[in-house]
Structures are given as C-alpha cells and as structure tokens.
C-alpha cells in the first residue's frame, strides 16, 4: 500500500470529495444530500466546505431517513437533476432498500423514465466498526437488474469512476472503501478525466495465477502478489472496478491466460459476486481450467466488533498465499 | 359545498370537463371490469369505482407542468394527463401500445412527458419521490408543484412519514392527498390506525391538513386548488385526506364480503356522478338529456379504445430484454 505523502498526492477520500467539487461546478444539475454532510461536512468530511461553497439547496442535510432521501433523490433525478446521495455508512442502505430495488432499479425498464443518479456507499471493514458500520452490501443489489455497481480500489479509480457514475443516465450505487480513504494515495492528472463504468482493470499483470477481486482487497492481493514472486508464482490481479455491469471479457481473457483463478472479496461468501463469477467462469472457461476456482471470502457472519474476532474474519495475504500454493500444484 | 360557493369559484366549463371525466372514468372502468369478468383481462384491476371525484377533481386543479403521483385508484388524472381509454385498455390487456409496452399492467403506468409518476405497488414509496420531484422544482426556481398520494393502509408506511416530515422541514411545492377509502385491501382504518381521521397524522409534521368531502368533485377541486396555490407561493406542504368508500373489492377478483352491506349502501346514495348531476342541475348547467348525451359520447370513446387495444400487437418475448438502462437521450432535461 501506497504510504508517499508528497505534497501533489490525493488520498482516495481526497480524490472522492474532488470528483464531487468538479462536477458540481461543472455540472448545476448536480446536487448532494444526505445525512450530516452539510454543516458537518460529512462523517468523513468529504464534503467539507461544500454547504459554504453551494449553499443549502445543493449540499442538503436531511432528516435522518435514508429511504425518504432517496426517495427524493429519484424524484429530482426524474426531474432532470442529478443528485448524489451519501449513505453515511453502506450498513444503513437497507433502510432504503425498497425505493432502491423497486423505484430506482425499475422506474425505466417499466415506464421509460430514466433515473440519473449515485448513491455513494462508504462500505467494508477493517475499521472497527462492528456489525453496523462495516458492511459490504453490494451482492444484496449485485442481484437486482436496473442498477449500476462500482467499487473503486485507487484514488484515480476513485475519481474518476464517481465522475462516469455523475454523469451516467441510470442509478449507479458507489461503493467507496472506508479502509482506504486515507491509506492510499496517488497522483492524479491535471485535467478532466473519468473511467468508464463497465471495464475492469489488470493492477498487475502475471501468467500463472489470476486472483480477480475488488475495493480495498485489490491492495491485500497485490501484497500478495509481491510475496509470491520469492516462490516463482506469477500472480495478475484483475480490479474489477465495476461489479454491474461486469466486465467479463477481462475477467475471461485473464482466466484463460493463467488457466488458474481466485476470486476474492470482502463480502461474505455464500451468494457473493464470486460465487457468481465462479459460475460464470464454470460455463465460459471451463476448457482453460487448470485447477478448481477457489474463493477467497469471510465466513457467513455479520462482520464482528473485538480486533481479533475481526482480524479472523477477514482475509488475509496468508489465506492467498495458501491457495496460490495448492493451485500451483496443479 | 355551498352552491354560491361553487358558481363564485369554479367555471362553468371547468366543472362540465370535470363531470365528463367522470363519466369517462366510471365507462372506461366499468368497461376494464366487463373485460376482466370474460378472462380477457387476467391480472389485478383496480378500479375506482365510487372514488372517482378524486383524481377528478384534484387533476383538474393542477396546472398542465405540474407533476402528479397517482394512487392506484386515481383513473381520472391519467385520462385529464391524455392517457387515452385506447391506452389503458392496451396496457390492461399487456399490448406494446400501452404506455409500459407490456412490461407492466393495470394502473401501473406513467409518463414523464404528460407530468405523471408511474405508480409502484409498495404504497406510499412515491410520497419521497415526489418531495424529490418538488425538491428540483425548488432548486431551479421554478413555478411547479407536485402532487402525490396514497390510501389509508399507506400512511401506515415509513414512506408517507419520511416523505411528509422532509417536505415539511424543506418547505418544498407539494401536495400530499389520502384517498381514504376506509379500507385497505380487507383491513378496516380500525385495524389500520387509532386514530379516526387520517389528517391527524399532518399535524406531527407542523403541516396544514383538511379533511375533504371525496366523492365531491367540487369540494375535490377547490380545497385541491387552494393547497396547489399554497405550495406555489412557497407556503410549503398541505396534506388533504379525501374522505370516500371502495365500492368494489380490492381487485376486481375479490367480491369484498368483509364490507358490511349497509355500508355500501349508505355509500351509494352519495355517488360522485350522481352528486355531480345534483349540483350541474342546481347551477342550471345540465339536464338529464345533457347527461344523456355525455353518457353516449365516453361510451363510444370507450368502444374505440377498446377496438384500438385489441387491434395492437402483443410485444415479442424477447422484448424483455429491451430497457433495464437508459440511454443519455432518454434522461428529462
């Protein structure tokens, strides 16, 4: 992981409130609302300074009631508009579930009306925020048609897909790990840039292993990428960046390259978006498969509080490690 | 309603339109349940038989940019929004030429270019997006307010709170209506609520709430009318319970045996169209030969609507696939 503090490096939460003040000034449809994100400039300050900057009808504090403001969301994005919500953690989104996967998700496929409008998610774990503010809710919306998922890794991804999620025309969820908001840190261009929705990338290219995975789990596969190279497994990790829509010819042309895979991610195991691209690699890349498809998860339990009880849930470069020693044998 | 009341405040055009639609809706309706009963129709059919001064009335009183979330009993305001009886009827019978072209039924349609929301079965979950709708309206500065309700059974939502208690806070250019029917599906308001008027519930949100005569076209129009020109002045929310009775069951499938008889017939002698017809013949704006003829006329609309809806096509199955994202062309600007 990044650690470089020079002074033209952006952190990922940096990067996050930078998309947000360009295209807000780029772009007067654009407005935010959300829980505390006013006054207080956000739980995690990303939109610090943004209420003086704005004024109160751009940079909304709302009632606490995640479903009414997103409710609302979707009403001025019919309307032309293009709100930002912020989920203050990614746990609350299932208080707005409802208007999420029967309004927002449905709205166009239904009756033509396009909804334009992102829902950021401060997800994941690793900050001990216990069972309530850890989540990683994405395969709950993973699994309903209508929406756009992106979980970006690096404050380039950071920046420039929650710009592409802005402006495209469909309800895009953004999952923006808590984890990395001020671990990693990056240069970031000059000009205007986005990165479009819909294309993974390869964070490290490699020919014996392909370990595709997403969010803060890029940077534990890329540490153990590194370790891997004393044993003379090649290891090429594939960012997913967009869960919907998949970018499955990357993942597909990675697969067939290495012929080996590990899917990994922070969600919990059971039902997650490796079980579905196991399935999927079952059905398209059955032939280039060199050994089983081995998925690196939590176990199914809620994410727990005490430091050791989390340290054991989630996955570690260890449990890579060992999966990429078993494959190797084969 | 006052008669000079009425003469003073609502144009005689205006309330012949209104009545009308009644006529229109209460055909098209009855028309959707003749279909139904024949398995030409399969699927839920919701009317608002009984009910239909309501979206009437309060769709009368809305100015043409104005936006409106109907509840699923609300025929009237998508036929004043030019849903033609064709339209609906293609809808109902799951055509391409209906407004969701198939993809959805019944009273599950709307279009943004004719300012309407298409209605979501989850009660109440259009209330916060119409704060929304009227929260753009806000921000741009524009003159529009928006219009959204639901029945007695959706106050009972999350939704109908979040959405009345945002709107309140904001001040934001729209009207919450209750259709209150007194029943929700089986479930009488006493099982729904301990409180016997729903407009109770406007209070804990600091907003105006009034109770209306619902199967009143006039008294429909004119306290619709006047909550409208609160919210455009920037007076905030006002909420307005419709007070009325379902005269069917829930859907057109359930016979309702749970509404005790003398109910409905209580009901009955207040019907909106009858009630309409006394007030035309009290101003002198129409007989029964006036009645007569408007009788007719929705009928043959009705006819061709229902000629137009069994002529289109039924979309491909593979025209399911078409739509689960929107181009950039297709966003409201």
């Known amino acids: 992981m990044t650690t470089a503090t020079a002074a033209s490096e952006v952190s990922y939460l940096e990067a996050i409130s930078q998309a947000l003040d360009e295209e807000m000034t780029r772009d007067e449809r654009v407005f935010l609302l959300g829980e505390d994100i006013g006054i207080y400039g956000g739980a995690f300050r990303i939109t610090e300074g943004f209420l003086q900057k704005y004024g109160e009808w751009r940079v909304l504090d709302t009632p606490l009631a995640e479903s009414g403001f997103v409710g609302a969301a979707i009403g001025a994005a019919m309307m032309g508009m293009r709100p930002v919500v912020e989920m203050q953690f990614a746990d609350f989104i299932s208080c707005a579930f409802d208007q999420i996967t029967e309004v927002a998700a449905k709205n166009h496929y239904r009756w033509g009306a396009a909804v334009p409008m992102v829902i950021r998610a401060p997800f994941g774990g690793g900050v001990h925020g216990g069972p309530f503010h850890s989540e990683c809710p994405e395969g709950w919306f993973f699994h309903s048609p209508g929406l756009k998922l992106v979980a970006p890794s690096t404050p380039y991804d950071a920046k420039g897909l929650l710009k592409a999620a802005i402006r495209d025309p469909n309800p895009v969820i953004y999952f923006e790990h808590k984890y990395l908001y001020r671990r990693v840190k990056a240069v970031l261009p000059q000009e205007d840039y986005i990165v479009p929705i819909g294309k993974a990338d390869i964070k490290r290219p490699g020919n014996d292993l392909s370990i595709i995975t997403y969010g803060a789990m890029v940077h534990l596969a890329l540490e153990a990428a590194q370790m891997l190279t004393n044993e003379g497994i090649d290891v090429e990790v594939v960012d997913l960046r967009t869960l919907i829509p998949l970018d499955k010819e990357t993942v597909y042309g990675s697969v067939r390259k290495t012929s080996k895979v590990i899917l990994l991610h922070e969600d919990n195991k059971t039902g997650g978006v490796g079980a579905e691209i196991a399935a999927l690699l079952a059905e398209e890349c059955f032939d280039s498969l060199d050994g089983p498809i081995i998925r690196i998860a939590p176990p199914d339990t809620p994410v727990p509080f005490s430091t050791p009880l989390e340290e054991f849930f989630l996955p570690k470069t260890a449990d890579i490690i060992s999966a990429a020693r078993r494959l190797a044998a084969y | ?333």
């Open chain 2, 1 to 333: 309603m006052e008669l000079a009341d009425v003469k003073r405040d609502i144009k005689r055009a205006d309330l012949l339109q209104m009545y009308y639609y009644l006529r229109l809706t209460r055909a098209l309706e009855d028309r959707v349940t003749a279909l139904y009963r024949q398995g030409r129709i399969v699927g839920g059919c919701y009317t608002s038989h009984g009910m239909e001064a309501i979206a009437v009335g309060y769709a009368s009183a809305l100015e043409r940019d104005d936006v409106i979330a109907p509840f699923h009993r609300d025929m009237g305001a998508f036929l004043i929004r030019g849903f033609t009886p064709g339209e609906v009827l293609a809808q109902y019978l799951g055509k391409r030429t209906g407004p969701t072209k198939g993809k959805d039924g019944n009273v599950h349609m709307g279009d943004l270019k004719r300012g309407v929301i298409g209605f979501v079965s989850h009660l109440a979950d259009n209330l916060p997006v119409a704060t929304g709708v009227a929260l753009a309206f806000k921000i741009r500065g524009e003159s529009r307010v928006a219009f959204a309700g639901t029945g007695d059974g959706g106050t009972s939502r999350g939704d109908f709170h979040e959405a009345m208690n945002f709107a309140a806070v904001r001040k934001l250019p729209v009207v919450f209506f209750c259709n209150n029917n007194q029943y929700a599906y089986s479930t009488p308001q006493r099982l729904q609520m301990a409180i016997s008027d729903v407009v109770e519930r406007a209070k804990a949100y600091g907003m105006p709430g009034q109770i209306v005569d619902g199967n009143d076209v006039a008294a429909v129009y004119l306290a619709s009318k006047h909550a409208i020109a609160k919210a455009r002045a920037g007076e905030g929310p006002t909420f307005l319970e419709f007070k009325t009775m379902r005269m069917h069951g829930h859907s057109e499938h359930d016979p309702a045996k749970y509404v005790p008889r003398e109910l409905l017939e209580e009901w009955m002698t207040r019907d909106p169209i009858l009630k309409a017809e006394r007030l035309l013949m009290q101003l002198g704006y129409g007989d029964e030969v006036y009645f007569h003829e408007i009788g007719e006329r929705t009928k043959k609309e009705i006819e061709a609507g229902v000629e137009f809806a069994e002529k289109s096509p039924l979309p491909e199955g593979k025209e399911v696939l078409e739509g689960v994202f929107a181009t950039e062309s297709e966003v409201e600007s």
